[in-house]
């Protein structure tokens, strides 16, 4: 059984977590086959943006419970791969827009926090619910939501694990898009198609600024000046001048 379906139409790739029994909760394997998939499509020159989701109608439900225990070893692993997954996100050079029904909750809320770009059907509910089985937050989000929202509102998720509804999300910068239930996946495909027609060097290079987390202006003057030395040189950089003053869309094949 295969827990990450993948589609491809044109240059977007939508990954959906597809375990609906338990409401697309991540067991040890989807994180593997999660993992994996978002790096072949980091890797593949087909894939100019990624979508994902999770299946009929519910994005993630968070680890699933079933499968923890205090077997250390197996702890350990768990929480490897979760990391490689949410680094796979964060830095991969391909952008991932989270298309989001019915709830996220604990690291599928995670999961979210750390995508590109957020779609959110308009009655999804989002929530940090670790504390409520005991645990601290993992899968980054105590890095990834204060990025997102603010370090307070991040606390007040995370420590008190109240249900934040979709609408809030977006006022408070969880959620960038929100969609008519049944839709989000059409709106964040369509979002996808306006990425992929920008250049993928230049998007590759604004996300690696994001996941720098630098912290001094001296650092991220430091990093834009690397990375714009670097696109100066590059043929997207001439195909969007050339089309600038032809006044035309620029047509990015890199």
């Given at each position: 059984m295969s827990f990450v379906e993948r589609a491809d139409a044109g240059p977007v790739r939508t990954l959906t977590m597809t375990d609906p029994k338990r409401r697309n909760a991540l067991s040890i394997e989807m994180r593997v086959e999660l993992r994996d998939a978002l790096v072949a499509a980091h890797t593949d020159d087909a894939v100019r943006v990624v979508v994902l989701t999770g299946a009929e109608g519910f994005f993630c439900a968070g680890g699933d419970i079933s499968t923890m225990s205090?077997?250390?070893?197996?702890?350990?692993?768990?929480?490897?791969?979760?990391?490689?997954?949410?680094?796979?996100?964060?830095?991969?050079?391909?952008?991932?827009?989270?298309?989001?029904?019915?709830?996220?909750?604990?690291?599928?809320?995670?999961?979210v926090a750390a995508c590109d770009h957020v779609v959110s059907a308009s009655d999804a509910k989002f929530c940090a619910s670790f504390g409520g089985i005991g645990l601290a937050t993992d899968a980054g989000l105590g890095w990834t939501l204060p990025r997102r929202i603010g370090q307070g509102r991040a606390s007040e998720m995370i420590l008190f694990g109240e249900v934040v509804g979709a609408p809030r999300a977006a006022e408070i910068g969880l959620v960038e898009r929100l969609a008519e239930p049944a839709g989000t996946h059409s709106l964040a495909v369509g979002r996808a198609e306006l990425l992929a027609r920008r250049s993928r060097p230049a998007l590759a290079a604004s996300k690696a600024l994001f996941a720098a987390g630098n912290t001094s202006l001296r650092q991220v003057l430091a990093a834009e000046a690397r990375a714009q030395r670097a696109l100066f040189v590059g043929p997207d950089f001439a195909e969007g001048v050339g089309a600038f003053r032809a006044k035309r869309r620029p047509r990015f094949e890199a």
């Open positions: 205090d077997d250390e070893q197996l702890g350990v692993y768990r929480l490897q791969v979760i990391a490689e997954l949410v680094e796979a996100l964060v830095e991969g050079p391909t952008p991932v827009i989270a298309a989001v029904e019915g709830g996220a909750y604990g690291a599928g809320l995670s999961l």
